[in-house]
């Protein structure tokens, strides 16, 4: 097995260990659709934009542990990765970048893991499904604001969260 083949396997266990455990809360500094919306300030949502655009995300589980998730850079594409962190997501960020809670997001045990690895072999997506039903669905992706329209890439150095998963369906790739 190639030396990509094994770290990204690493990395697939990492993810893997989310399973069986309760998510508390999460918490996550998102980055802006637009850099100017209406009213002259950076836009974060959009009634047209079914997903949430981060540069990274704390899942918080119920033993208060953190683990962030972000991306990683292989080449010209990017894939998800995860890590344990001590570390708490600051306030006070202001631009196009802010960070907060992810109370919309659903929280519970995670029965069910799933990765989706690129044609490159780089960990595209992440489906968390928990005992519930509800699920998440995180992509390694970038909204580009593109002359006041939204381009919508995957493989790409941003965390893009759709909850539920079918609204990715949504979204025009490029």
């Not at 990395?11 to 998102?30: D, L, Q």
């Not at 850099?35 to 997903?51: C, I, S, T, W």
């Not at 997001?105 to 690129?118: A, E, K, R, T």
Request: charged letters at 30%.
């Amino acid at each position: 097995m190639g030396r990509k083949k094994l770290w990204v396997a690493q990395r697939v266990r990492e993810f893997e260990i989310f399973r069986g455990r309760r998510i508390a809360a999460w918490r996550g500094t998102e980055m802006a659709l637009r850099e100017r919306g209406v009213d002259g300030k950076p836009q974060f949502e959009d009634a047209h934009v079914p997903l949430l655009q981060l540069s990274v995300i704390h899942v918080i589980f119920d033993n208060d542990s953190v683990v962030e998730i972000g991306t990683y850079q292989d080449d010209d594409e990017f894939g998800l990765c995860s890590w344990v962190t001590e570390e708490q997501l600051a306030d006070g960020l202001d631009g196009i970048f802010r960070t907060r809670e992810l109370a919309e997001l659903p929280c519970g045990i995670v029965s069910n893991v799933g990765l989706g690895l690129n044609d490159r072999g780089n960990i595209a997506d992440l489906t968390l499904t928990f005992e519930d039903g509800r699920e998440i669905l995180l992509v390694a992706g970038e909204v580009y604001e593109d002359w006041g329209s939204l381009r919508f890439c995957r493989d790409d150095e941003s965390v893009l969260v759709f909850s539920p998963p079918s609204d990715a369906e949504l979204v025009d790739w490029n």
